[in-house]
């Protein structure tokens, strides 16, 4: 079992990135699936949710709003985070993981799979 995220880098201030989370041994539609991040210093935060297609609903706390978007797709067993107009307080450690919302929170859910992290750094 096993999750694997990628796509992180360095942008600069107003640009674009696109993480991607792929599950391997097993279906990531069982779940929800998230997004996490961690910024040096600081406690690892819950950004967005994807439940599963059975719902299909979206999650965003309100720091990312209307500048990322989660998307999943079944066939290949993946989620994505695009991230638009980057801010350089965006630049942390993002993880996927297991996820379901929790009043106002994205937290972490069971069975508590985690994929490592991506750095991304946005900077001029």
């Known amino acids: 079992v096993q999750l694997q995220a990628s796509g992180g880098g360095l942008v600069q201030p107003g640009g674009s990135l696109r993480l991607s989370c792929v599950a391997s041994?097993?279906?990531?539609?069982?779940?929800?699936i998230g997004w996490f991040r961690q910024a040096p210093g600081k406690e690892r935060e819950g950004i967005a949710c994807?439940?599963?297609?059975?719902?299909?609903?979206?999650y965003y706390v309100d720091s990312v709003k209307g500048r990322f978007t989660i998307s999943k797709d079944n066939s290949k067993n993946a989620v994505y985070l695009q991230m638009n107009s980057l801010k350089p307080q965006d630049t942390a450690v993002y993880y996927c993981?297991?996820?379901?919302?929790?009043?106002?929170?994205?937290?972490?859910?069971?069975?508590?799979?985690w994929g490592q992290g991506t750095q991304v750094t946005v900077s001029s």
């Open positions: 993981a297991t996820c379901v919302r929790l009043d106002n929170l994205v937290v972490p859910a069971p069975p508590g799979y």
């Open positions: 041994g097993f279906n990531l539609d069982v779940y929800g």
């Open positions: 994807i439940s599963t297609s059975t719902d299909g609903s979206t």
